[in-house]
């Protein structure tokens, strides 16, 4: 089955200490991975997709195929990143996403 | 904004009632998306469309139909309103050239008493 995990509800830590949020997931097939945030009463936005290997706002994200993850990863986390994320995974050939339960991020002064 | 709206944005409704929320989008996407969001659950895809009057169900589809008439409107009913339907609503659009990036609308928060 194919299936997101994202095993935090909430991650809290301070303003300047190293960030990483987990994701797993379950895909048979060559899977697309994407992080998507959404600060507080905004819509989703994108944030990174894994083949574009891109750093956004200073977060990465690498794909290892070997452990199935996907973790988000800031080295210096900024009250402004305190957010919602979630990890997302690409599903058929109808543009289909299947969305893990989320773990919102609470950056502390 | 990539040109999608929801309307309404938000609505309180009693149980049994019919709701129908909109999805309004300006640039012509074929694919649109709705997906309710839940603390715990996250995301999960009601219904999704490939094109005019082309619909399939997603995950969570109970309870919800859709239609699609013209490109540019989605429409979301809830036949019956239950409490447990009370949640926030998005709608998505497949961004052009992408298989699977989506652009997110604002969002519809709806309670159901």
């Known amino acids: 089955a194919q299936r997101v995990t994202q095993p935090e509800k909430l991650l809290s830590v301070f303003k300047g200490a190293p960030v990483e949020l987990k994701c797993n997931y379950s895909y048979s097939g060559s899977p697309e991975l994407f992080w998507y945030v959404q600060y507080s009463r905004q819509r989703l936005q994108l944030l990174l997709r894994?083949?574009s290997r891109e750093s956004i706002k200073g977060f990465t994200a690498d794909l290892n195929k070997g452990e199935t993850s996907f973790h988000l990863k800031k080295p210096f986390a900024q009250e402004e990143d305190s957010a919602m994320y979630y990890c997302a995974l690409g599903s058929g050939n109808t543009g289909k996403l299947i969305f893990g339960q989320g773990t919102t991020l609470q950056v502390k002064p | 904004d990539a040109g999608i709206t929801q309307s309404p944005r938000h609505k309180v409704t009693e149980t049994g009632t019919p709701v129908t929320l909109r999805c309004h989008q300006t640039?012509?996407?074929?694919?649109m998306y709705w997906y309710r969001q839940d603390p715990g659950h996250g995301l999960r895809l009601i219904h999704y469309s490939y094109g005019v009057k082309d619909t399939d169900k997603g995950e969570v589809s109970d309870g919800y139909s859709v239609s699609r008439s013209k490109t540019e409107d989605f429409l979301l009913t809830l036949e019956s309103a239950t409490s447990s339907q009370t949640s926030v609503y998005f709608c998505?659009?497949?961004?052009?050239?992408?298989?699977?990036?989506?652009?997110f609308g604002p969002g519809t928060r709806l309670t159901v008493t």
């Open positions: 998505a659009i497949r961004e052009w050239g992408s298989p699977y990036e989506q652009y």
């Open positions: 894994h083949i």
């Open positions: 640039e012509n996407h074929r694919y």
